[in-house]
């Protein structure tokens, strides 16, 4: 396959294995939507706090 700059891209959700703490004190396990560039592969990372849908969309 041949991909031309912005063709695709891959968007995943990762979990990192580690709890990061909050303002309040509490750990928490969240997630990360990362998306990867199909033509360069370069890829990008951000942390959301759910999965709901405007989260998805404004990590983006």
């Known amino acids: ?3 031309l700059p912005r063709d695709a ?3 995943d959700p990762w979990f990192p294995p580690k ?3 909050l ?3 509490t750990r928490v396990l969240l997630q990360v939507l990362v ?3 199909a033509h360069s592969g370069f890829m990008v990372g951000r942390m959301i706090p759910t999965r709901h ?3 998805l969309l404004l990590g983006m």
């Open 1 to 3: 396959m041949t991909w």
């Open 19 to 21: 709890k990061i703490p």
């Open 35 to 37: 998306i990867t560039s």
């Open 9 to 11: 891209a891959q968007c």
């Open 23 to 25: 303002e309040d004190g």
């Open 53 to 55: 849908t405007a989260h």
